[in-house]
């Protein structure tokens, strides 16, 4: 799959999600989780959150890769 946008505004995390990087005007570093859904040809968001350490917490990873396995078995 090719992505129109990469380093440094989007990165793959890991079993097919990627995250896309902003921020907001406040200076707060926004996080969007989001996967590519082929059957859809779609983006779906997973997971949407403010960063607070230089590191993605393992939690929202888990959250978001748990979201992609329930879309998957729902569509």
Do not use: Y
Request: aromatic residues 4%; proline residues 7%; contains cysteine.
């Amino acid at each position: 799959m090719a992505h129109p946008v990469g380093p440094p505004l989007c990165r793959p995390l890991e079993a097919g999600i990627w995250e896309v990087r902003t921020s907001l005007p406040s200076r707060k570093e926004v996080r969007l989780i989001c996967c590519h859904n082929g059957a859809l040809d779609a983006i779906i968001v997973l997971h949407a959150f403010v960063k607070k350490r230089q590191k993605t917490d393992r939690a929202d990873i888990d959250l978001a890769l748990r979201r992609k396995k329930e879309f998957e078995q729902e569509h």
